[in-house]
């Protein structure tokens, strides 16, 4: 985001509940992977907890998602974590829940997702890309409610190295229906994701990348889309 331009801020949740920080002076909120809130299963969703149990802090956070120039975007464990906010987040209804993989393994490598066309704000302009992300996860596998999986506003999908949409293992790490491991809200602000595309933002954190390709990978996008989005 720094790089992108923002002013990035650090915020622990320490902060929001003894009101050293409050959400109300912020114009994005990323709830960050790598085992935020604990290195345990389940982390995201007892961070979500805290908020949702907390008067004060389930109204800062109903009040920044209802805010029109609010953006929002959850990876990994923040990924889990603002599916169990759906409740506060406007045209999130449909997200689904993230549990444990297939594999009943911790799933850490490059893996293939494509982008679709979607309302995030995010990943505007990127539709139809195909790029290597990080995948770090032991949780990541989306379930959904029987009526919301076609009702979901996809992001961003698991394929297998031939372009292909990925149903098994190892294309699909975790065993998401359809290859689903990206979702936005109605109006494109909040976007959550499993892989980790701030991993692999620059070229040298590519397992490849093309001689003629500069500094940033095709992920930088997604940031530098925030920026403008904020403008």
């Not at 290195?39 to 802090?57: F, M, S, T």
Request: net charge neutral; glycine share 10%; proline share 5%.
């Amino acid at each position: 985001f720094a790089r992108a331009g923002f002013e990035a801020v650090d915020v622990h949740m320490s902060d929001l509940i003894a009101g050293r920080a409050d959400l109300g002076a912020f114009k994005g909120l990323a709830a960050c992977g790598g085992f935020s809130y604990g290195d345990v299963l389940g982390a995201g969703r007892g961070w979500a907890i805290n908020i949702l149990e907390r008067e004060e802090l389930r109204r800062q956070f109903a009040e920044f998602f209802a805010r029109t120039d609010s953006f929002s975007l959850g990876v990994c464990n923040g990924c889990q974590m603002l599916s169990q906010l759906k409740a506060l987040i406007p045209g999130a209804g449909h997200w689904p829940r993230f549990i444990r993989n297939h594999s009943e393994q911790f799933e850490a490598r490059l893996s293939m997702v494509e982008i679709v066309e979607s309302p995030s704000i995010l990943l505007a302009g990127m539709a139809g890309s195909r790029i290597p992300v990080v995948v770090s996860h032991g949780e990541g596998r989306a379930e959904f409610a029987a009526a919301d999986i076609n009702q979901a506003s996809v992001a961003m999908r698991f394929i297998d190295n031939h372009g292909n949409l990925a149903t098994h293992y190892p294309a699909n790490p975790n065993g998401s229906p359809m290859g689903i491991t990206g979702l936005t809200s109605l109006d494109g602000r909040a976007t959550l994701m499993m892989p980790h595309p701030e991993r692999v933002h620059l070229s040298t954190q590519m397992s490849w990348h093309p001689k003629q390709a500069g500094e940033f990978s095709p992920w930088m996008q997604m940031f530098i889309n925030a920026r403008k989005w904020v403008n």
